[in-house]
T-cell receptor, first 115, second 113 residues
Framework: AQSVTQPDIHITVSEGASLELRCNYS??????LFWYVQSPGQGLQLLLK??????LVQGIKGFEAEFKRSQSSFNLRKPSVHWSDAAEYFC?????????????FGKGTMLLVSP | NAGVTQTPKFQVLKTGQSMTLQCAQD?????MSWYRQDPGMGLRLIHY???????DQGEVPNGYNVSRSTTEDFPLRLLSAAPSQTSVYFC????????????FGNGTRLTVT
């Protein structure tokens, strides 16, 4: 079975500074990987996904993530954070040998943006 | 395009009461699922369905019941609510196939007293 670890429960970043949110996964092969964002009182919105190929994936809202097989990681990055990026971020892994998209989520990282 | 619609948005139940959380999607997605979200726990899969008439258990199925009579609807039933079921519940759907992204509803916040 797959699992996901997000080591940071909270992160505070100054507006305009760069951001990196960490995600490590456990799976027997290369999985499908996702990052979702959740604003207060809302559902989860897909930021980006990795299936195969180029290990640097571009997403919406200026986010990108890099898949590193050797480190079993899929860290999310943004070069310059905006106050509107304050939200909770979830990394998720999907099994490639499954016939459907039953995702396993990490526990989330809450991003706080300071002025 | 409504996407995934969940009702109600908020609900308060007394211990032992029953209720049904509604979920409907208008994207003709085959796969639907229910997650619960608790502080510090992330999202945990309760039940899922890969098509009408087919359901299966996820990670935390106890105390919940589901059925899938149509492609559009996937209700979640609490037969006898317990305080441990206080949570935020999310319904999600996808067109199916490993790795297809999930589309989420806006959630139902349930409190059991």
């Amino acid at each position: 079975a797959q699992s996901v670890t997000q080591p940071d429960i909270h992160i505070t970043v100054s507006e305009g500074a760069s951001l990196e949110l960490r995600c490590n996964y456990s799976y027997g092969a290369t999985p499908y990987l996702f990052w979702y964002v959740q604003s207060p009182g809302q559902g989860l919105q897909l930021l980006l996904k990795y299936f195969s190929g180029d290990t640097l994936v571009q997403g919406i809202k200026g986010f990108e993530a890099e898949f590193k097989r050797s480190q079993s990681s899929f860290n999310l990055r943004k070069p310059s954070v905006h106050w509107s990026d304050a939200a909770e971020y979830f990394c998720a892994v999907g099994a490639t040998d499954s016939g459907y998209s039953t995702l396993t989520f990490g526990k989330g990282t809450m991003l706080l943006v300071s002025p | 395009n409504a996407g995934v619609t969940q009702t109600p948005k908020f609900q308060v139940l007394k211990t032992g009461q029953s209720m049904t959380l509604q979920c409907a999607q208008d994207m003709n997605h085959e796969y639907m699922s229910w997650y619960r979200q608790d502080p510090g726990m992330g999202l945990r899969l309760i039940h899922y369905s890969v098509g009408a008439g087919i359901t299966d258990q996820g990670e935390v199925p106890n105390g919940y019941n589901v059925s899938r009579s149509t492609t559009e609807d996937f209700p979640l039933r609490l037969l006898s609510a317990a305080p441990s079921q206080t949570s935020v519940y999310f319904c999600a759907s996808s067109y199916g196939g490993a790795g297809s992204p999930l589309h989420f509803g806006n959630g139902t916040r349930l409190t059991v007293t």
